[in-house]
């Protein structure tokens, strides 16, 4: 039985973002991968407005000059060579075909092709994807598409309470302090410092928790924060082992289909940290992926905090470096992962599950849920054998998998969300 340091650990301080852009000041959690959602925006490019406009002029009986459209949104137009290769690629779901239109009236016989976006540009180019993405996607890639294009519609009592027990077990350990971010490399600075000095509580306690994580997975960056990480104590494997708490609504264990969710939210997890801490973070990647600006002055706010952290950094350069050094003293995770489930009235501890770690099936869910989010192929309907999860689905009225087979049995939803 692996026995783990004392819960006993000394509060860890976590840094928490305060928007000073209002006069209302509105409090972010800067060690979370929740993030205000995208409104989805329609990019429309320089070639589509030019057609636009030719039409336009055509209405009015005018000639068409060939001439190029100054777009206010130019840099975020695609260029030619973009469309062309976008074009190649299967549109994501809901798009069979591309929609191949006549470019109108007015002497012009080109064919142009309506490129779509794929979700993952549309929904998570600028914060990369988070770990329950990867979740949801396995859980029902239908019902992931419903929530990115509709949003959930409610939040049951169940999914509060287990986030307000996540909460006071964060609290337990750690301290939160409000610091001003003025800036996008200020919120990823925190992130980097929320790691920091989670590690340091881990190598002095023996124990951190809500740590959050960043990598780079089948070629896109994704992030997530474990819930929490002990270091073993008496004995001979000094790995970290990654831990997982899921709370029950009823006092009874979670079905197959929802441990095995769980299991992969643990095995992503343990691929983020491994990689980190092989040294293998491209910063350059990294800072060209989200359009940083490495040596962008960080706000005064950050400063302080990070020198109150034992970090003197100037910009967010000098914190990644600072994050490298760190990951480059930590061994990887131990193989064993931990799955708790608590019974939500009590928090009395239902059962545990602890299972080994595997490599080739987690790359192959990750794959495949990658399919779905660039848009290869369209969403996949829960497997029939599954299709009890549509009773507890709020899409379930509009999915068309409910207008071919009757939705029966029980569950407990999937209750599982990067804090």
Known sequence: MTEFASDSASQQTHYVASSTSSSSSTTITINSTSVVPDIP????????MAFFEAALAATRSSPISARSYSSPFRSNARSIG???????????????????????????TQKRVRVVESLFQRFRKKTGLFVTDVTATEWCEKQMEFVLHHGKRYTTGAMKAGTARHTKLEEEVVRKVKVDIRS????????????????????????????????FAGGVWMVGIVDEIRMPQGETNKNPVLIDTKTRLRDVLPSEPQRRNGRLQLMCYKFLWDNVVAKKFPSKKFFDSFSLDPYNILSESVRENAANAGILAENLHDIVRYFRNTCATLPPADGWLLLRYELQKDNSLLGEDRFLYDPDWMMSQIQACLEFWHGERPANYTPEEERWKCSHCQFASACPSTKTSEVSGSATVNNTSDK
């Open 41 to 48: 925006v329609e990019i429309v490019s320089e070639q589509e």
């Open 184 to 215: 996008t490399e200020d919120t990823w600075a925190l992130k980097f410092l929320n790691f920091i000095t989670g590690v340091n509580q881990l190598l002095f306690d023996g124990l951190t928790r809500e740590l959050p994580l960043i990598g």
């Open 82 to 108: 973009s469309i062309a290769a976008l074009s190649k690629r299967r549109l994501g779901p809901g798009f069979s075909q591309p929609d191949i239109e006549d470019s109108g009236d007015f002497g012009c």
